[in-house]
């Protein structure tokens, strides 16, 4: 999670200097809900200017994080995917396909970009009417976590403390 960016991005496979994890990188081409988002189109255009750039008529991105001191950035394709939560279904949410990160990113696999952007995780499902809450508990982990979108909708997952933790 982040609060600081609206790019959403997962590891995908042919990813250079990026973290090298246990499990296989992300492969969208293997999904049939799996679309290349193309140069021109409103998800790709709502990225700020100088996060976008066209690649055989492909939209990618590259976005620098500045809040870092560590020169840190993700850089790759942009494309629209289907996402499930249960019975929720999520049509063409726009995402990045990282393939070259470095600093910070180094370490992480993905990113849920949670800041009031357009592309933001909350602002591209309308369900959420830009609202979201969560709790991060203690260090011991006694507390309950939860991570809640929406005004009242009761769409409540389950949050991996560690990880989340780890991750900010």
């Not at 830009?130 to 309950?144: M, R, V």
Request: net charge negative; aromatic share 12%.
């Amino acid at each position: 999670m982040d609060t600081g960016s609206d790019v959403i991005w997962v590891q995908c496979q042919l990813c250079n200097m990026c973290y090298k994890q246990a499990a296989l990188d992300f492969n969208p081409a293997t999904l049939a809900s799996y679309t290349v988002d193309l140069c021109g189109s409103l998800a790709c255009d709502a990225l700020l200017v100088n996060d976008r750039y066209c690649h055989t008529r492909k939209c990618g991105y590259k976005v620098n994080y500045t809040y870092y001191t560590d020169g840190s950035y993700t850089k790759g394709t942009r494309m629209l995917e289907t996402l499930t939560f249960g019975q929720t279904r999520i049509l063409n949410l726009a995402m990045g396909c990282e393939h070259n990160n470095q600093g910070s990113f180094n370490v992480i696999t993905g990113l849920l970009g949670l800041e009031g952007g357009r592309m933001s995780f909350i602002n591209q499902i309308p369900e959420t009417k830009g609202a979201y809450s969560y709790c991060l508990p203690s260090y011991n982990g006694i507390s309950l976590e939860w991570l809640t979108f929406g005004h009242g909708l009761g769409g409540a997952f389950p949050v991996d403390a560690t990880q989340a933790l780890l991750a900010m």
